[in-house]
């Protein structure tokens, strides 16, 4: 169980790295606002230790026509979504540690089952500055959640979800208000749109405007996104972990978050209850290993010195989200700044080379995947998994199993998850052969 300090404690820590990375790719006037994520890790071996092993920004999003077919862009550079991709990143380059007897503080390598396990003692913890675009962020507006007047509780929003959670919001707003003081007048709104097909907004004055459980997809410009929310994303990871599916190949179990952690903003957790946790609760028979997880929800008293709210109380007039996202994680030497989905200051003359792709794209990771079973078969003269090398990135991600069995049994429920298609996933990374 976690002190009452610890949501402070993680706060101050992603905080802290924040200010000490450099100024590229932060928010720059004084109307610029952006989102934060961590992901931090905790340690009870040989003794208690927390740090920060991802830290990412970013509120944008791709529309469709935007999106590549060569793995080559990020379509969702939301904050939260990106901190998850970092993470794979940083577990990859422990992997390639242990495979080249170096030692890794967080894995241990199986050399009879070819699988990498995690140490004992260690948990993941995902801290965001502000409560996730969705579902997550449809809850009444109150005298202790009314800090911010804006109409959207989520600044970065410029699912067939279970039966009972399909009903008209003021229904469950009158039933969970009936002992309040005051009176549900208003909700806070979300900017992520019901997805086709489900059940859709009411748009009604006040707290008639939204529905809640609802599957939804983050807004674009003009051009419709195929990228679902971030409460929805998050309620996958809770079923399927936060490994995605190349690392399911690898790892011994599924690796899922024990906590999330909101910087100071309006906020509600029997939504984020709601969104994240009770949505899943109708998902069963999942495959061994794999199970609902629950992690322990927080809120800091500590405020983003960035965030839309922050901001906003500095100025007097409109904020901007800020275009760029930070790509850190701990690895040595590594930070990165995208904007669009690519590496900041790629020209249109250089925009299909490698060196416009930042690392946690799909290309990249496939390519550090393939990196990493080369060196399993060379080490242990035996591929850990079969692969061809007309491999597609969807072939080896449907080598993980279990992964996708989880998620099919995921997508039972949520059956009108917006999938992208399957031809924006069948890139092939040729892999390297050593001289």
């Known amino acids: 169980?976690?002190?009452?300090?610890?949501?402070?404690?993680?706060?101050?820590?992603?905080?802290?790295?924040?200010?000490?990375?450099?100024?590229?790719?932060?928010?720059?006037?004084?109307?610029?606002?952006?989102?934060?994520?961590?992901?931090?890790?905790?340690?009870?071996?040989?003794?208690?230790?927390?740090?920060?092993?991802?830290?990412?920004?970013?509120?944008?999003?791709?529309?469709f026509s935007q999106l590549s077919d060569k793995g080559d862009v990020l379509f969702d550079s939301h904050a939260e979504v990106l901190a998850r991709r970092s993470f794979i990143k940083f577990m990859m380059h422990h992997m390639l540690l242990v495979l080249h007897k170096n030692d890794s503080e967080i894995l241990t390598y199986n050399e009879t089952d070819k699988k990498f396990n995690l140490r004992p003692g260690i948990a993941f913890h995902l801290f965001v500055s502000h409560v996730p675009c969705g579902d997550a962020a449809i809850f009444p507006k109150n005298p202790e959640n009314e800090e911010n007047s804006g109409e959207l509780v989520q600044g970065d929003c410029e699912e067939n979800p279970s039966k009972k959670l399909k009903l008209d919001i003021s229904n469950e707003l009158d039933n969970s208000n009936n002992n309040s003081s005051y009176a549900v007048h208003d909700i806070y709104r979300t900017g992520a749109k019901c997805v086709d097909g489900d059940v859709q907004d009411p748009k009604m004055p006040g707290k008639d405007f939204h529905v809640i459980g609802a599957l939804r997809t983050k807004p674009g410009r003009g051009d419709p996104t195929w990228s679902m929310s971030c409460s929805d994303k998050i309620a996958l990871w809770n079923v399927c972990g936060i490994q995605g599916a190349l690392l399911s190949s690898l790892l011994e179990a599924p690796v899922y978050l024990s906590s999330i952690i909101f910087g100071k903003c309006p906020f509600d957790s029997k939504a984020i209850q709601r969104a994240v946790i009770e949505r899943i609760s109708d998902v069963t028979f999942l495959p061994s290993q794999y199970y609902i997880n629950k992690p322990m929800i927080f809120q800091s008293t500590i405020k983003f010195e960035f965030s839309k709210g922050s901001i906003e109380d500095r100025i007097d007039c409109p904020s901007i989200a800020c275009p760029m996202s930070i790509i850190w994680c701990d690895i040595p030497g590594f930070l990165e700044v995208a904007v669009n989905g690519r590496k900041q200051g790629f020209t249109k003359k250089n925009i299909n080379k490698p060196s416009?792709?930042?690392?946690?794209?799909?290309?990249?990771?496939?390519?550090?995947?393939?990196?990493?079973?080369?060196?399993?078969?060379?080490?242990?003269?035996?591929?850990?998994?079969?692969?061809?090398?007309?491999?597609?990135?969807?072939?080896?991600?449907?080598?993980?199993?279990?992964?996708?069995?989880?998620?099919?049994?995921?997508?039972?429920?949520?059956?009108t998850w917006k999938r992208k298609p399957d031809n924006l996933q069948k890139f092939i990374v040729l892999r390297k052969k050593n001289e």
Not at 2 to 7: G, K, L, N, R, T
């Open 1 to 63: 169980m976690e002190s009452s300090d610890f949501p402070d404690e993680v706060a101050k820590l992603c905080y802290k790295h924040f200010k000490k990375l450099p100024k590229k790719g932060k928010p720059q006037g004084i109307r610029d606002w952006t989102l934060l994520a961590c992901i931090a890790m905790s340690k009870e071996y040989p003794k208690r230790s927390l740090k920060v092993i991802t830290l990412t920004t970013g509120t944008k999003c791709l529309g």
């Open 356 to 415: 416009a792709r930042v690392s946690i794209c799909k290309s990249m990771l496939l390519e550090k995947f393939q990196e990493i079973i080369q060196v399993m078969s060379e080490d242990f003269t035996q591929m850990p998994i079969e692969v061809k090398d007309n491999f597609t990135y969807l072939d080896y991600k449907h080598m993980a199993k279990s992964y996708q069995e989880a998620k099919s049994v995921f997508w039972k429920i949520f059956s």
